[in-house]
C-alpha cells in the first residue's frame, strides 16, 4: 500500500513529430467571434496538406467531449500541425477545438506552443482574430497590432490599418506577447465582422493579408464560396432589416451603405 | 526553525492492490442526474463483490465531510473496485461520493484512473450516465457515444441509439476521452431518464446493455425492485398530472403514451 | 541573464519547534459563525499558556494585511500552538485569522496541520465549531459527528447530540475526514448559536464538553463573563422581539421557552 | 513519439542584473485607485534614472496584450528597477502594468520581489498606495500602517496618520506583510484621495513622506505639475457641485472647508 501526490500536468505535449523546418513561421487560428481565426487556419491545415506534428491537452479545456455526427466523441485538444509550404518556406499551424478556460490555461498553452516552434526555428508568430464591429461589412477591414515596430511598418505597408489603443484578450493576445518575452516578433491580424455569423469573408480577408506579409501564395476561393454563402444570409437579414425600417424609419440609416444596422 | 513549500497534491492515490487482471474492463458510475451511473455502479459493486483496490482523494472535491445516519462523518473520495467477474474476465469498477469542483480536478482524477487500470491491462473504458428528456418512460432507451468507430458500430449492433451531435460533459466524457488519448477506446452509455427522481429503471437499462456489450452476465433484480418503486411514484405524479391535465385539458397529450408532461 | 519557473508553494510551514509530546490530541478552533471555535481556541492558548510552533502561510488566504489599533499590519496566518497540558496530557491548538478562500487551500492547510502533529504522536483530532439554529438558546446544546464508531460512542456518553446527516463543510470537516485517510480518529464538536451575535456561551459549552471527553480540566470562567455580555445583549434583542410580538401576536410562539424566533 | 506534463511556473522572473546595493530600499507602487501608487513609482523611476534589474511575468496576470497608440501590443509584466539614489543609498523601484488577477498570484508575485531584493541586501519595504475617501482634499493627508513598532514609531514622527484598523488588500498589503514573514520591515504609505481622479495630488504627498522617511532628496516638481492639472480638473468639479448645492442646499456642508460632497 502506497501513497503519493502528482504534480498537475497543465499542458500535456504530444510530439508526434519535431520538424526540421526551413525559415518557418507560425499563424494561430482559433475559435471565437465570428469563426474568423478557426475557419482560416482549418483552411491552411486543409490546403498546404499540413501534417499534425504536436498534440496539446490540458486540463483547463472545458471539461467534455464532443460528439460528432458519426457518433465518435472526442475531449478538446489543441493542435500544432507543419509542413513546408511553397517558396521553400515552413509554415506552422496551431488551432484548437476550444481555448482554455483559465487565464493560467491560456497563458501555459500559448507559451507551450512558443517553445515548440522557437526550438524549430520560427521568428515571427502570426494570431489571426475578428475585430467584431456589430456590422455587416462588404468588404471586411483587417486591423492590426504587433510586438516590434517592424511589424508594424510591414503591416501599414501592406494595408492593415492599425489598432492605436485597446487590448486583445486571450490566446490571440497572449500567443504574441509570450512570442516576444521569448525573443520572436508576433502580429495579430484582425478582421472586420459583424460577430454574428461565421464570417468567411472576414477569413478570407485576414488569409489574403497574411499571404502578403508572409510571401506565401494561398488560395482563398472555398472560403470565397463560404463567404458568398454568410453573404446571402446577412442579404436575408438585411433585406428584413430594410423591411423593418421602412415601418420603422431611423434617421440616418441610408447613409451607410453597405452596413445594416 | 526550518521553511519550506510544497506542492500541491491534486490527486492522492492511495493503492491497496494492483489486481493482477485478466482482459479487465473498466466500467464508471458517477454522482449526476438520476443517480443513473452511480446507482448502476454500486450495483456492479455489490453483485460482484468486488473489492476496493485504490482510493482516491482530492483537494478539488468539495471541501466538507459528509455526515451518515450513524454520526459518522467522511470526506468525498473516489474508489476503484475489482474482482475477476464470470467467465474469466476482470471487472474495474470506478465510482465516487462527489463530482471534483473544478475542470483540473475532474481531469486529474480521470486520468489517475485511467493511466491505472491502462497498467493492469484494461483495453476498454465504459462510463455510465443519464440522458436526461424532461419526461418519464416506462422502458428507458440506451443512448450512447464512442471514441473510436469500431465501438460506435458495436454500441450500434446491440441497440444503442448513438449521439449525433451535442457533448458529454464532466468525468462522464473526461473519463471516456482521456482513455482515447493513452490508447484505448471508450464509450459511454446514457440511460434515458426524466432528471426529476432518483432513477432506477435508467440504471437497469444501461446495466442491461452494458451486460451485452461487454458479455457479462448482471442480475438486475435489485435495480427492478427500485424501478418498481420508483415507478408506484411516477405513477402518482402521472395521476396527478393527469387530474390536472383533466381541468386543464392540453391538446395532443393522449397521443404520448408512457409519456407525463 | 536567467529565466526559471517556480512551483507554488501552497502552504509554507514554519516549524519553530517540533514538540515531544506525550499522549497529545489536536483540538481546532477558526474563524467563522458567532467564533464558536475561535473563541474556543484562543481561550485553551491563553488559559493553558501554550507556545507557538508551527506558522503558516498559504496563497489561498484572502490576500490583505489586517492593520491593529497599534498601526501594525499582519498578513493572515494559521498558528499551531502546543504546551503539556495538566495530568501530564501534551495539548495542540490549531487556529488562523482566516479560513483559505480556495477548496485545494483548505485541503493543503488542513493535511499540513494533521502532518504535522502525526508525527507528534497525535492520535485524536477536534474541531470546534458551530451549528447554527437561527435561535438564542440559554443552555446551547452541543452536536457532535466523528470519523469512527467508538468515537461516536464516546461522544453520545458524554452528551452530544449526535448528527444524524448533513454536512460539516470547511475547514471543521477537512480537519477530521483528513486526519481519518491519514489513521488517525477524528470529531467535530458543535455548538449551539443563533449565529447572529459573537457567542461565547457556545464555545464555553463546546469547551466543558472537550473536557470531558478528552479529560482535561478546562477552566472557562473568562468564556463565562463573555457570554454574560453576550446574554445581555440577546436579552435586549428579546425584550424588543417580544414587544414587537405583543403588537403583532404570532400563535405558537409561547410553547417554546428558551427560544426566541 | 513523447508525452509529458509540466509544472506550472506561476511567477517567471528574468533576471537582467543582480545589483550590488548599498543600504538599499525597495519601493513598490502598482495600478490601482487613483494612480497614486503607479504615478509614484513611475516618477521614482525616471527621476533617479533607475535601471530595469528584473522582469517578471505571471500566468495570473489578465490575459492580454494592451495595444499602445502606435500599434504595438505587450502582455502585462512587472518591472523591478534599480540605481544607487544620492546619499549612497541603493534604491529598487517594483512596478507593474497590472495587479494579479489571483489571490495565489498576487502572493507569488509578491513573494518572488521580495526574496530577490532580501538578497540583494533590502531591509526596508515601502507600498505606495491610495486611502480612499469619496471626497477631494486640497492638501492630502497620508495614512499610514507597518509590520514593526519602530516603524510606526518613524511614520508616526514624520507626520503619517496611522491607521488603527481596517486592512490593505492586494499587492500593497501582501508585499509588506510577505516582507515581514522573510526577516524584513514593511510600512505601507497611503495618499488620501477621492477615488474619482488619477490623483498626482496624493502621488506627491505619499513621496513627500517617502522621501523624509527614507532620507532621500526627491524633486517632485513634474508631479506638482500634473496635480494642478488635475486641481483644475477638481475645482470645476466643485464649481459644478457648488451650483448644484446652491439650488439644492445641504446644511452642514460649509463646516468642511476644503472637501466638497
Redesign the interface.
Known sequence: ????????????????ETPDASNPVLVCGLPGSGYVGKLAADHLVTHFKLRRVVVY???????????????????P?GELYYASAKRGRGLFVFTADAQP????G???LSD?VVKFVKKCGVKKVYTLAAYITGSFSKSPRVF??????GM?AT??ENGVT??????????N??L???A??RGLE?A?LLGETSGYVVDAAASKAVLELLAKVVDLPIDTSKLKEKAEETQKVISQLQAMADQASETTPQPGREQRPGYIG
Open positions: 500500500m502506497t501513497s503519493r501526490g502528482e504534480v498537475l500536468p497543465v499542458v500535456s505535449e504530444k510530439v508526434i491537452t490540458s486540463p483547463t479545456f472545458p471539461p467534455q467531449v464532443s460528439v460528432k455526427e458519426d457518433g465518435t466523441a472526442q475531449p485538444r478556460t483559465t487565464s493560467e491560456e497563458y501555459e507551450a492590426g497590432a504587433a510586438t516590434s515596430k508594424v503591416l501599414t492599425m489598432m492605436k489603443d485597446g487590448g486583445i484578450s486571450g490566446m493576445g497572449l504574441i506577447g509570450l516576444a518575452l508576433g495579430c
